[in-house]
């Protein structure tokens, strides 16, 4: 069974801060592995996906990369923005269903 | 497209009621999936069809839980005499069979509360 964890749990930066969000797994014999944004009291919105045969992608201020060999991928949001306040859930699939972690709750404090 | 749509966003009903949700996919997606959340939890799968069919269902879907996807349009998941432990956030995902690339796409959820 896939095992999804998300460290730390939480942060509280300061605006203009980077963010570094960490994501372990257990089984790496995943397709892909995506990370979603979740807003308190809403549904996941899409923000990285990484196929099982990249190394890392890039979108804006969000880089993710990912270590499939050692279980590991790690979100980076540069020069953040009060904006970024949210909830940051890593998922990875294994046959068609994603197996996600609890989140990071980050907050950016301007 | 305006994306996945489900509704009720809310709802709140006494124990041992029946609820239906209904979840609409994004229109050219064939695979459909249902996860539940609690507070301070990731979504957990429950389950997942292709088309019409459901192919899989998680130990989570007890025999009071049942979902359907006819004619591989819009889904309904039906929870009957509901408990207190039946509240949380039902949410609602489509994707399009891609491999590797193939992203879930999530609506805004259903949040129940069960008194």
């Known amino acids: 069974k896939q095992e999804v964890t998300q460290i730390p749990a939480a942060l509280s930066v300061p605006e203009g801060e980077n963010l570094v969000l960490n994501c372990s797994f257990t089984?790496?014999?995943?397709?892909?592995l995506q990370w979603f944004r979740q807003d308190p009291g809403k549904g996941l919105t899409s923000l990285l996906l990484?196929?099982?045969?990249?190394r890392e992608q890039t979108s804006g201020r969000l880089n993710a990369s990912l270590d499939k060999s050692s279980g590991r991928s790690t979100l980076y949001i540069a020069a953040s923005q009060p904006g970024d306040s949210a909830t940051y859930l890593c998922?990875?699939?294994?046959?068609?269903?994603?197996?996600f972690g609890a989140g990071t709750t980050v907050t950016v404090r301007a | 497209d305006t994306g996945v749509s489900q509704n009720p966003r809310h709802k709140i009903t006494k124990r041992g009621q029946n609820v239906t949700f209904r979840c609409d996919p994004i229109?050219?997606?064939?695979?459909l999936y249902w996860y539940r959340q609690t507070l301070g939890q990731g979504p957990e799968f429950l389950t997942y069809?292709?088309?019409?069919?459901?192919?899989?269902k998680s130990r989570l879907l007890s025999d009071r839980f049942s979902a359907e996807r006819p004619k591989g349009s819009f889904s309904t998941l039906e929870i009957q005499r509901t408990e207190q432990g039946d509240s949380a956030m039902y949410l609602c995902?489509?994707?399009?069979?891609?491999?590797?690339?193939?992203?879930?796409?999530f609506g805004p959820g259903t949040r129940l509360l069960v008194l």
């Open positions: 069809f292709q088309n019409e069919a459901q192919l899989e």
């Open positions: 995902a489509s994707s399009e069979a891609s491999g590797g690339q193939e992203t879930q796409y």
């Open positions: 990484i196929q099982s045969s990249q």
């Open positions: 089984d790496s014999a995943i397709y892909n």
């Open positions: 229109s050219e997606h064939n695979r």
């Open positions: 998922a990875v699939r294994n046959d068609y269903k994603l197996s």
